[in-house]
């Protein structure tokens, strides 16, 4: 099976709410808040060293049971630019994306690079959703 680095769009950043501990690499979050500051409306979404997805993705994903993460809870804000920006844009609800799998094994995983690497099959279902402002390249173990 193949396997894909991906690298999504950013949004946003973490939030003041976020709780991370940075005396280990990459950095521990315990609780997510994703601040966002703009949006192109991918429905997978980054701020290192975290993920979020709408719920109409983690949906799919679940009808799939794909390997590799589960989903918590996670703490939506807009930073005053954001609101600036687009004014009259409702945010979907979000989940954490939390990854725990082997990258190349799992279909979901981490690099050593510290990347996301998501197999053939979830790439397809990610695909299916909107996601047009991503990175996507072969993943090779180095």
Not at 69 to 76: E, G, K, M, R
Not at 98 to 126: M, N, P, T, W, Y
């Amino acid at each position: 099976m193949m396997f894909y680095y991906v690298e999504p769009e950013v949004a946003g950043g973490l939030g003041d709410g976020a709780v991370m501990d940075t005396a280990v690499n990459p950095p521990l979050v315990s609780e997510l808040e994703y601040e966002f500051s703009g949006w192109l409306g991918d429905e997978l979404l980054e701020s290192f060293p975290c993920f979020v997805v709408t719920k109409n993705l983690a949906a799919a994903l679940m009808r799939y049971q794909f390997t590799g993460f589960v989903l918590d809870a996670v703490v939506v804000t807009k930073t005053e630019e954001f609101n600036i920006i687009h004014p009259s844009t409702i945010l979907p609800g979000f989940h954490w994306l939390k990854v725990h799998g082997v990258a190349g094994v799992s279909d979901f995983g981490i690099a050593q690079d510290c990347r996301l690497v998501v197999s053939e099959v979830a790439l397809g279902v990610i695909r299916g959703c909107r996601f047009d402002h991503a990175d996507v390249e072969v993943y090779s173990k180095a």
